[in-house]
């Protein structure tokens, strides 16, 4: 997706978007290498696809990637992405579960900073129900609320985006 393109979509729906311009492929390699030995994985708010295409780079052929975009537009582009591992769905994250059940990672690129304490708390309750949860935000104040959820949070700084990003790699179990 050109990025004048992203940009227009992010000004028409800043709450959907949550940022002013696309992550980098730095930030969205770091994100993928993160799934590890995960096959059945969950992107909730892949926008333009950065990290969706280094997800399944990363994701075993035998893998299924499931993406939640709420923008028609993104959702339109994504479908353009010709692999038979991903499946793109054009509904809010929140309602994943009419969806899909059985997923052991989620990736997220969701803005929960903008979202009401409600959705923001939903959004990772149904994530902590993964073995995974991968979450990048623009701020590290995340990782209290996420240690409410997960046994393991673990934080990390990618400087070479735009805005700099955090990454939060959570876990209920001892990897």
């Not at 994985?41 to 926008?47: M, Q, S």
């Not at 990772?124 to 990782?143: E, N, V």
Request: aromatic share 10%.
């Amino acid at each position: 997706m050109r990025r004048i393109k992203f940009i227009l979509e992010s000004v028409k729906h800043p709450k959907w978007t949550g940022a002013c311009c696309q992550s980098s492929k730095g930030l969205a390699r770091k994100m993928a290498q993160k799934i590890e030995n995960s096959k059945n994985v969950i992107e909730f708010g892949p926008g333009a696809g950065i990290i969706t295409h280094e997800i399944l780079n990363h994701l075993p052929e035998d893998g299924r990637l499931t993406c939640f975009e709420i923008n028609p537009v993104f959702c339109k582009h994504l479908k353009t992405i010709n692999d038979p591992r991903l499946t793109v769905i054009n509904d809010d994250a929140l309602n994943c579960r009419k969806y899909i059940d059985d997923y052991d990672c989620v990736v997220s690129g969701l803005p929960l900073t903008v979202f009401t304490k409600p959705q923001r708390e939903n959004i990772i309750a149904i994530s902590s129900r993964s073995k995974k949860y991968i979450q990048f935000q623009y701020t590290p104040f995340l990782q209290r609320k996420l240690k409410n959820h997960f046994t393991d949070v673990k934080l990390d700084f990618i400087p070479m985006n735009v805005p700099p990003a955090f990454i939060y790699v959570c876990s209920n179990s001892a990897e």
